[in-house]
């Protein structure tokens, strides 16, 4: 791995932890807009990329955690999660909400207890971690229906979607394990081990690489995706938990 993208990735992690400083929420970006859940809020919080200040809050019945906007920049997905984690409530669910009239306009099933999740680029699955069922959920989006649950590493937490949604990593922080999906037969097609308490996944625009977030173990593990296995690990001191990557 060349000294160019160690740079890069090592100032994207940092990006993405200073994220962290919204009490245990998640941030998305469209455009000028910035969206944060703040899970012991109950809310999501809209800040103008510009200027900083916030926009607006808006309130949610359960408590809010991996969030996302759809490609146009009108609607926020987000996960709710209920009290009782260890089994599917009725507040579990991902939720569309219309950014200009701040209301939930949809509800998507998506498993107990959903956590972070990914939306497959033809806008029209997605998969959900299921943190405490050990499971990761596919929900087709426009029927609004689950299509099916699937067992995955211990406490799974990131969820990513390769550039030409053909599959689905699932970072798994108990077991210390990624999970493979295939999305054409939404069935688990491979399980490797990373380094210690692995969180969120992206890949490279070309498809070739994925790279895993590593907490405890301060290291980002580099994945050859033909072969599904773990080809380098970059250090990464801090405790990283997100990861993006610039084109």
Known sequence: MGPLMTKRISLLIIATLTATFYPNGAAAQAG???????????????????????VRSIGLPQRPRGIAFTPDGSRIFVALSDPDIRRQGGGDAI???????????????????PERFAITPDGKRMYSANEEGNSVTATDIPSRR??????????????????????CYVTAETS????????????????????????????????KRAYVASMMAGKIAVIDLTRNEVIDYIEAPGGPDGIALLD
């Open 32 to 54: 000028s807009l910035i969206a944060v859940s703040n899970e012991l809020g109950h809310t999501v919080t809209l800040i103008d990329a510009r200027t900083l200040k916030v």
């Open 95 to 113: 939720v569309a909400i219309d950014v200009r009239s701040n209301k939930i306009t949809a509800v998507f099933p998506a498993g107990s207890d």
């Open 146 to 167: 689950e299509i099916t649950s699937l067992v995955v590493g211990i406490e799974p937490e990131g969820v990513g979607i390769t550039p030409d949604g053909r599959w």
């Open 176 to 207: 210390n394990s990624v999970s493979v999906v295939d999305i054409r037969t939404n069935k688990v097609v491979a399980n490797f081990l990373v380094d210690v308490r692995p969180r969120a996944v992206a890949f490279s625009p070309d498809g």
